[in-house]
């Protein structure tokens, strides 16, 4: 496919993370939502997707189940994958018979045998040309750094399953490591903590609310929010219990220590130039993990240099994405 072929294209950003799905049509997100879908273990049939899916409880050994299909960065699930990319594309394309041009960006530890499934799915949901490109430089450029350049720029991702440490520099991953601590094992921690406290109601749902309102990495932060309070709905026995940022900030100490750590080895095994460059233009956040309040500050004082926080950390990689997607010819690191 020629690039004066894409005029009669329409060009998708696709970032399929494990926690959400984000589309870019042009310079607007056309779709935003939880990268899962609530299945009829019997027929196989689709009940709900997306927000709508992850929204509701799964019930364990029962009929409607929940599916994350990138669960832990892979593709736990083939057919649910499937039926959710194709049901994804088909809501922002509507009736369009216009075929599609995707670029893609999936979880950095795919095996071949899984980016080859992801293109086939594409493929089949409707796009003539798919493009898989590295989610490091997605998220890079989409923060406006120069890829391109000379000069090494390190980029933390905190998503829902990985948490992505790269180094990049002159159009290439001079350094990278990929640690399953991020968002959802956040979410976990504090599942535990709840779970730990007389009567209460224990649910993930709950524990990201939490996350949400009170996360922090670190008790000293500027911008401390009130306690968040928590009820269980037991009528016969109600509670409502306050949660301070102090406490998750304890309960997810060791979860961000471990990213620290991460981070630190990187550090260490780079070049003395890589250093330089770094402490020159900083360590930049994005995923949303960067949101938790005072990870910034804390990486700064674990590694000395400036921190910065991506101004939508979120869409970070979509956007990035997008601006690939309409510059292909000046960015030569697809993976395939
Ligand atoms: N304000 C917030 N504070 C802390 N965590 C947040 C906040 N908002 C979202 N998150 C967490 O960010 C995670 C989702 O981030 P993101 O959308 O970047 O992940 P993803 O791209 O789907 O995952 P991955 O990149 O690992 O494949 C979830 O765990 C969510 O709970
Ligand atoms: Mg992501």
């Known amino acids: 496919m020629t690039d004066n072929n894409s005029f009669n294209l329409r060009e998708l950003a696709v970032d399929l993370g494990t926690a959400n799905t984000r589309v870019m049509y042009h310079d607007e997100i056309v779709l ?17 997707l997306g927000n709508e899916a992850a929204g509701c409880p799964d019930d364990g050994m029962g009929k409607n189940h929940v599916v994350w299909p990138l669960a832990n ?16 594309l088909r809501i922002v394309n509507g009736r369009s018979p216009i075929p599609l041009k995707v670029a893609a960006v999936v979880p950095t530890g795919l095996t071949e045998v899984e980016v080859r499934f992801v293109c086939d799915v ?17 998220a890079a450029i989409g923060i406006g750094l120069d890829v391109m350049g000379p000069e090494a720029k390190m980029i933390v991702d905190i998503g829902g399953g990985t948490s992505e440490i790269s180094v990049i520099s002159s159009g290439s991953i001079v ?45 000293d932060v500027p911008d401390a929010p009130a306690p968040f309070e928590l009820s269980n709905y037991n009528l016969e026995n109600p509670k ?22 991460a981070v630190m080895n990187v550090l260490n095994s780079t ?6 460059d770094i402490s020159r233009l900083g360590i930049h956040l994005v995923g949303g993990g960067a949101l938790l ?20 950390p979120l869409r970070a990689v979509v956007r990035g994405t997008s601006v690939a997607l309409r510059n292909f010819d000046r960015f030569p690191f697809l993976v395939s």
């Open 293 to 312: 309040r005072g990870l910034d500050r804390r990486l700064h004082l674990k590694t000395g240099f400036p921190v910065h926080v991506a101004e939508d």
């Open 175 to 219: 350094q990278m490591a990929a640690i399953k601590t991020a968002g959802d094992e956040f979410t976990r921690d504090i599942v535990d903590y709840i779970q730990q406290i007389p009567d209460m109601e224990n649910s993930s749902r709950m524990a990201e609310q939490v996350k949400i309102h009170v996360g922090a990495a670190m008790r």
């Open 122 to 138: 594409l493929k089949k949901s409707g796009a003539v040309d798919v493009r898989l490109i590295y989610r490091p430089f997605a």
């Open 73 to 88: 960065g892979v593709i736990s699930d083939f057919q649910a994958f499937r039926q959710m990319v194709e049901d994804f």
């Open 271 to 276: 070049t003395p130039k890589v250093l330089e």
């Open 32 to 48: 935003e939502e939880s990268s899962a879908i609530m299945i009829d273990s019997e027929s196989g049939r689709l009940l709900l």
């Open 240 to 261: 409502t219990i306050r949660v301070t940022h102090d406490e998750v900030a304890d309960v997810l100490d060791n979860s961000i220590g471990r990213i620290e750590t």
